[in-house]
């Protein structure tokens, strides 16, 4: 068997994003924030919502506030949005493709795993139950634990110290540019997952793949992820 990628290249966690790599949950996300617009006759397009996708729970509501004139507080919002997002979250969702497999096997070659998610924790903890995922993970930390969403660095480097690992041996698995840009400048290495919403866009990312399983092949053959440099 080839040599694992953890004991190769001196890796020592890998954090995940959550919405969008571990479940296709955009799709529910989306449909969660359109219903709520709809009742107040507005209409969000799918290159609006893309520009949204990686953003924390309060800019997100933030830009849609601005953009279609709400009345009412973001937070408003927000707990009218997790109203109608739970239910769908425990009816539809599915881990995806390989998400369970990657997990088995980063945890069995002896990896540290965390989650870092800009949804809120009720959110996180309804996907990851949904998922089968809920005690799979060393840390999981949410967009409302944190000041500064991604992509500023905040989450991933308060994921990295619960986990009691350097940046510069951590790798992050995010589909997001925005997460990306949060895990680059936390000094970690990026591996980018693409996805409908950013099949036309330059990743910025060490290692881009077209899903978990790719990645997860990745794993299992071994590969080249050293320590990354710190960032300047």
Same mark, same amino acid.
């Given at each position: /068997? ?185 000094? /970690? ?44």
């Amino acid at each position: /068997m080839a040599a694992r990628l953890g004991q190769r290249a001196g890796l020592q966690a890998v954090i995940f994003d959550m919405d969008g790599v571990l479940s296709d949950t955009e799709p529910l996300h989306e449909a969660a924030i359109g219903l709520l617009l709809s009742r107040r006759g507005a209409f969000l397009s799918p290159e609006e919502y893309a520009g949204l996708v990686g953003l924390d729970n309060e800019r997100a509501w933030e830009w849609l506030a601005d953009r279609f004139n709400l009345p009412r507080a973001t937070e408003a919002y927000l707990t009218e949005w997790q109203t109608i997002l739970l239910p769908l979250i425990g009816e539809q969702v599915q881990p995806s493709p390989g998400a369970i497999e990657l997990v088995t096997l980063l945890r069995d070659q002896g990896l540290r795993l965390g989650v870092a998610s800009s949804s809120r924790r009720v959110v996180v903890e309804a996907t990851l139950a949904a998922i089968g995922l809920s005690a799979a993970f060393q840390t999981i930390v949410s967009g409302d634990e944190v000041r500064d969403g991604k992509p500023d660095p905040e989450i991933y480097r308060l994921a990295a110290s619960r986990l009691a690992v350097d940046p510069c041996h951590c790798a992050v698995v995010e589909d997001s540019p925005h997460g990306m840009l949060a895990a680059q400048a936390a000094g /970690m290495w990026v591996i980018g997952l693409r996805t409908r919403y950013t099949a036309g866009l330059q990743l910025q990312a060490d290692l881009v793949v077209g899903s978990l399983e790719d990645l997860l092949a990745v794993f299992e053959i071994g590969g080249g992820l050293g320590p990354r440099s710190s960032p300047t």
